[in-house]
């Protein structure tokens, strides 16, 4: 008997463990009736493994991070809040973030928002601001010699903002275009990703959209944005990170001039456990020609825990983002040409902007490990997902190509670098190594890196990155058939247009087979025009 079909049976067996003896599954996925669906749901879902709640180091108020570097003439801000979507109150979903476009966007007390940007033009500065779930950043950047103005404008964002009704209206509007039209209606990949966070932690302060619900941004008052605005941004939730041309001088009068901000605010209440959910399905039905896919799981596994190092090598090989050494993009992209790529996270990733690099201060005190199947051809999207649960066995249990794993290791090695390029990047890193705890985190991986082994790495994915673990979000049009397909269990098998080695070939074949660890009544079907609504 295969190993794959022994897991399948391991695997249908823990299910059944409290069950009588049961008919198979189907052979064929059109043989899925609703009283076939009715017996399998029925059937006990693998039990939750809830992750407990670990908070992020305690950082004193006002905490300055400096990268200096003499004698260059730009300056870098940023400042960074203790406050994210999960300081969204129930029902006004949305509000940090629509607090934080308030203040950057929406003018000040002696500026419109029109007049703001005519005051940054002219002296080529940068001034924006993001929130993701636990941390809101605002980020800027001027020549020294337009600093003294820039300092003044960034401090009335933070002290005096304008609170125009108009400005609210207009930016409450654009988030909720970014639900039902940018989100549900154009972007396959981040509405997989949005639909993860809500799969992993339902009832959890991370499982709604950190740009909001439909309904909880109609609620939201220009009442609620003032008083949100006090409750968060404030010195207790504040890290003041300056790069490039800076002393100690320039950072005690930023010190100084931010210190009229509310000295604290609302506490924030701990987080609940990660729910800890295992191999439950989300499918987000909308009118598109491809499918893509979201998979993962939440872990106390994060950087400042023992281990992380040889889990960020071990995905990295196994599927770096954007990046063609990556197991699954070999696999998957370049021989089988089934997407633009398939990628593997360790932690929970954000590229900044445009680039492949990942976006630093969204730090997250409980972690995801995550795999992004980008949008296949519907009908090869359950082979494509196969493949990735295939290629997941090859790396727990055969052995690591030496060539492979010294290009991916020397990738990484050589990336880390690349990451702080910038003195932007340079300081949002510096500012996360006071967030977790880990001084010169990069420093410290780059020398781990140099002695981890192909053994180290395979260890660490049978102990870390079981398949049972792993939780699926697919968007899709055919709903319905995708959902009889992922019960059935059914062989999907895949032909190309031209001719493959045989080898690939005989590997598709066993790809085709790979069982799903997915359980069927926890298989749920929403329409995305549904999905963050309320």
Not at 335 to 355: C, I, M, P, V
Request: hydrophobic share 40%; glycine share 8%; proline share 9%.
């Amino acid at each position: 008997m295969s190993r794959h079909l022994t897991l399948a049976s391991a695997l249908l067996a823990a299910a059944c463990a409290t069950t009588p003896v049961e008919k198979p599954l189907p052979k064929d996925a059109a043989q899925i009736t609703p009283d076939t669906l009715a017996e399998l749901v029925a059937r006990p879902p693998p039990p939750p493994v809830p992750v407990p709640y670990t908070p992020l180091p305690k950082v004193e108020p006002m905490a300055l991070v400096l990268v200096p570097v003499p004698g260059k003439p730009i300056v870098s801000v940023r400042l960074v809040f203790r406050a994210g979507s999960v300081d969204d109150p129930p029902g006004k979903e949305g509000l940090t973030a629509l607090t934080t476009r308030v203040l950057v966007e929406g003018g000040t007390a002696s500026l419109s928002s029109s007049q703001l940007l005519e005051a940054l033009y002219p002296m080529a500065a940068e001034l924006s601001g993001d929130t993701d779930k636990e941390f809101t950043t605002l980020a800027g950047r001027v020549h020294v010699e337009r600093l003294p103005r820039f300092l003044e404008i960034i401090s009335e964002v933070l002290l005096a903002p304008r609170f125009d009704p108009k400005e609210l209206a207009r930016l409450q509007a654009e988030q909720l275009s970014a639900i039902r039209t940018r989100l549900r209606g154009e972007n396959d990949e981040e509405l997989g990703k949005a639909g993860l966070d809500a799969l992993l932690y339902p009832r959890h302060p991370y499982g709604h959209f950190t740009g909001g619900t439909e309904k909880g941004l109609e609620a939201i008052t220009l009442d609620d944005v003032k008083a949100h605005w006090k409750s968060v941004f404030t010195q207790d939730r504040l890290i003041i990170g300056l790069a490039g041309g800076v002393d100690d001088a320039l950072a005690q009068k930023v010190k100084q001039a931010l210190r009229k901000l509310p000295a604290t605010g609302v506490a924030r209440a701990p987080l609940p456990p990660a729910p800890g959910v295992r191999g439950a399905t989300l499918i987000l039905q909308r009118d598109t020609l491809s499918t893509a896919g979201s998979f993962g799981f939440s872990t106390a596994m994060r950087r400042d825990q023992p281990g992380f190092f040889a889990l960020m090598m071990t995905l990295s090989y196994f599927g770096e983002h954007r990046q063609e050494h990556g197991v699954l993009f070999q696999e998957l992209r370049d021989k089988r040409g089934l997407n633009y790529g398939t990628y593997a996270y360790a932690q929970h990733f954000r590229q900044d902007g445009w680039s492949s690099i990942p976006l630093p201060n969204i730090a997250r005190s409980e972690q995801d490990v995550s795999i992004w199947l980008r949008p296949v051809e519907a009908k090869h999207g359950l082979f494509a997902t196969r493949g990735v649960l295939y290629f997941l066995d090859q790396l727990r249990n055969a052995p690591i190509p030496a060539h492979r794993f010294e290009t991916a290791r020397g990738f990484l090695i050589g990336a880390t670098r690349q990451w702080v390029l910038t003195d932007q990047r340079r300081l949002g890193w510096a500012i996360d190594d006071v967030l977790y705890g880990t001084p010169d985190f990069l420093g410290h991986l780059r020398k781990a890196l140099e002695t981890i082994t192909p053994e180290q790495v395979q260890a660490t994915a049978k102990r870390e990155l079981a398949p049972e673990l792993l939780n699926f979000v697919f968007v899709t049009k055919d709903a319905e058939g995708l959902q009889a397909a992922l019960v059935s269990q059914a062989p999907t098998p895949i032909s190309y247009s031209t001719s493959k080695p045989a080898e690939l070939l005989s590997t598709d074949k066993r790809i085709a087979t790979t069982p799903l660890p997915l359980h069927p009544g926890l298989i749920r079907v929403v329409p995305a025009s549904e999905f963050m609504r309320e």
